[in-house]
T-cell receptor, first 111, second 115 residues
Framework: GNSVTQMEGPVTLSEEAFLTINCTYTATGYPSLFWYVQYPGEGLQLLLKATKADDKGSNKGFEATYRKETTSFHLEKGSVQVSDSAVYFCALSPRDDKIIFGKGTRLHILP | NAGVTQTPKFRVLKTGQSMTLLCAQDMNHEYMYWYRQDPGMGLRLIHYSVGEGTTAKGEVPDGYNVSRLKKQNFLLGLESAAPSQTSVYFC??????????????FGPGTRLTVL
């Protein structure tokens, strides 16, 4: 079946540090992959997505590359800010089925 | 363009009481979803709808009912609330299901406490 596994948090970093949040998936076929972000007290919102192998999604300084050979979609940012503190969800959307979310990774950025 | 709105934002119920959560979207989306979010559990799909007049069960449907009488509205009902239903409830909508177009748009959430 389809599933998403992401690293457990919380992840605590200092401002300007490099961020990686790992996400791996299991899927049949060729799903689309997403990262959603949830800021405190809000609903989830799309951060970036990639629709095929080797695609790189990017937004707000965040990047993730669709790696079919390692079934991964790791989220990275070169220099985090306090305003990046949030919960990050990796998700996959199979071609013919509903989207599946990971359990989320809470990120704390210290000033 | 309000996107996805949810009513109410907060609610406290006593065990056995009933209530309805309202979700509205103004993007003309066919698909709508209700999720619950609990600590350490991520998002779990309760019910969803693939169009006006249709509903289907998700991962955790027990204790909830839904209705989609109008395309823009998706109602979630609790007939007899239980403490286990204390959670944050999110509504979402999308223009399609599956694949690259399945970007879901979320409401701000309803925080429900059942005493």
């Amino acid at each position: 079946g389809n599933s998403v596994t992401q690293m457990e948090g919380p992840v605590t970093l200092s401002e300007e540090a490099f961020l990686t949040i790992n996400c791996t998936y299991t899927a049949t076929g060729y799903p689309s992959l997403f990262w959603y972000v949830q800021y405190p007290g809000e609903g989830l919102q799309l951060l970036l997505k990639a629709t095929k192998a080797d695609d790189k999604g990017s937004n707000k300084g965040f990047e993730a590359t669709y790696r079919k050979e390692t079934t991964s979609f790791h989220l990275e940012k070169g220099s985090v800010q306090v305003s990046d503190s949030a919960v990050y969800f990796c998700a996959l959307s199979p071609r013919d089925d509903k989207i599946i979310f990971g359990k989320g990774t809470r990120l704390h950025i210290l000033p | 363009n309000a996107g996805v709105t949810q009513t109410p934002k907060f609610r406290v119920l006593k065990t056995g009481q009933s209530m309805t959560l309202l979700c509205a979207q103004d993007m003309n989306h066919e698909y709508m979803y209700w999720y619950r979010q609990d600590p350490g559990m991520g998002l779990r799909l309760i019910h969803y709808s693939v169009g006006e007049g249709t509903t289907a069960k998700g991962e955790v449907p027990d204790g909830y009912n839904v209705s989609r009488l109008k395309k823009q509205n998706f109602l979630l009902g609790l007939e007899s609330a239980a403490p286990s239903q204390t959670s944050v409830y999110f509504c979402a909508s999308s223009s399609s299901s599956g694949g690259a177009s399945d970007t879901q748009y979320f409401g701000p959430g309803t925080r429900l406490t059942v005493l």
